[in-house]
């Protein structure tokens, strides 16, 4: 195992799922990427007037910034870590992701920040474990 993908919204269990994966990269020797995804906004109508620039340099540095707070919520490591923000449907985009850097496994939480109580499993976790052809691990 050489490649960990790790999904991040910000959530205490995806961060959670980082930890796991550092627990798992430090005896492998493994490199580890930490991802968030920024979904397409969807307007009422083709809404012409919408300044989507603007929104969408907004949402991918607030993606930056998730990132940022979820590194310096962790202790210092030796690892390879880097971090990726991608834009596109969450769940497809980080399959596709793991598909095209071939990625050894894939390291979700099991709910996020959308967390509604009594959901056991959000939307994207689910979305991912059926759609990921890499293996997937999902924390609790
Ligand atoms: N935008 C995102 N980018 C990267 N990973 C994400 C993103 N959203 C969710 N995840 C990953 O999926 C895990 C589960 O979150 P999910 O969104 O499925 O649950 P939820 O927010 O509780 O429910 P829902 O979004 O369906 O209301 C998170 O812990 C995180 O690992
Ligand atoms: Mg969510």
Do not use: Y
């Amino acid at each position: 195992m050489k490649k960990i993908l790790v999904a991040v919204d910000g959530s205490d269990a995806s961060l959670k799922g980082v930890k796991a994966a550092f627990e798992l990269a430090e005896p492998l020797g493994a490199q580890v990427t930490l991802v968030t995804v920024v979904p397409p906004i969807i307007l009422p109508g083709d809404a012409p007037w919408a300044p989507m620039d603007e929104i969408n340099r907004a949402e991918l540095q607030r993606a930056e910034r998730v990132l940022s707070e979820t590194l310096a919520a962790l202790e210092r490591s030796t690892l390879d870590v880097s971090t990726q923000v991608l834009l596109g449907p969450i769940a497809e985009t980080l399959s596709q992701l793991a598909q095209t850097e071939d990625f050894d496994l894939v390291v979700v939480g099991s709910t996020g920040k959308g967390a509604v109580t009594r959901v056991l499993v959000g939307s994207v976790a689910d979305r991912l474990i059926h759609t990921c052809l890499k293996p997937v691990l999902v924390i609790r």
